[in-house]
């Protein structure tokens, strides 16, 4: 089973920006819809965005504006653009995506391990 790979986390501080990247293990033709979730300490795993096979786009309401999710089939990679950043996005974030593999009929979900984002004060 192909595994996604996410990269771009780190320490920034409040107002600051960073770029979430997310990767297939191996090769695949593309992703079809892609998902990014995050887990704050002690909290529930929650949706952050999402972006539909067709490329519509939806944000939890906290991000909406400050965030955007992408995928470049071309790359076959997927992203998260975030920007204004706040101590309540503190998380690991994971990326969920439906993946082509070996055909462009029917796909397979694949999660990634998560990558740390702590934004300070």
């Known amino acids: 089973q192909v595994q996604l790979v996410e990269s771009g986390g780190g320490l920034v501080q409040a107002g600051g920006s960073l770029r979430l990247s997310c ?26 965005a999402f972006v539909t096979a067709g490329g519509t786009t939806n944000y939890a309401d906290s991000v909406k504006g400050r965030f955007t999710i992408s995928k470049d089939n ?26 082509f593999v070996s055909n462009w009929r029917s796909s397979e979900n694949s999660w990634g391990q998560g990558t740390q984002v702590t934004v300070s004060s």
Do not use: H
């Open 74 to 99: 071309a790359e076959k990679m997927g992203f998260l653009q975030m920007n204004s950043l706040k101590p309540e996005d503190t998380a690991v974030y994971y990326c969920n995506a439906d993946l």
């Open 23 to 48: 990767a297939a293990s191996r090769s695949i033709l593309g992703f079809s819809a892609m998902t990014w979730f995050r887990q704050a300490p002690g909290k529930q795993r929650e949706l952050v």
